[in-house]
């Protein structure tokens, strides 16, 4: 499954203190709801779902808005948060294998988001095979 979704906000920009209480920002609710939005069923046929507590690869390409430094860690958070809000899968521990690569600076800034159900056959970056050497020490565990 390929989706491509608008630039998270950054976890420092996802979270939100109150008193004592951690809640999701108002950016972040925000974005949710877009993702939510944009991966909404059409007529019923809506994005196909793992299944329910199966075991996922997500890989993201990360396209930034700009030139500035970012840690490309601070954009999972939200980014898996939205994707299990919408229902593309269950709850973000279901991800076995989470890859990020930053891409070249695009307006606006975007994510493209593979997901593939594990095991997998293929790196998720860059389609090439996995090693036979990699196949038999995952059958060992």
């Known amino acids: 499954m390929k989706l491509t979704l608008p630039w998270p906000p950054s976890v420092n920009h996802y979270y939100r203190r109150v008193g004592p209480r951690t809640l999701i920002s108002r950016e972040g609710r925000e974005y949710r709801t877009q993702v939510c939005g944009l991966l ?4 019923g046929n809506g994005i196909r779902k793992p299944p329910s507590g199966g075991r996922i690869a997500l890989a993201m390409d990360a396209f930034p ?5 970012r840690d490309l860690d601070n954009l999972l958070k939200c980014t898996q948060d939205s994707l299990a809000h919408a229902e593309v899968f269950e709850d973000d521990s279901q991800i076995d294998l989470l890859a990020v690569r930053r891409c070249e600076v695009v307006r606006n800034g975007t994510v493209v988001i593979r997901i593939s159900e594990m095991p997998l056959d293929r790196c998720p970056l860059c ?8 196949s038999e020490h995952q059958h060992d565990n």
């Open 40 to 43: 909404a069923p059409a007529g």
């Open 65 to 69: 808005p700009d030139r500035r430094r």
């Open 127 to 134: 389609g090439g095979r996995y090693s036979q050497m990699e």
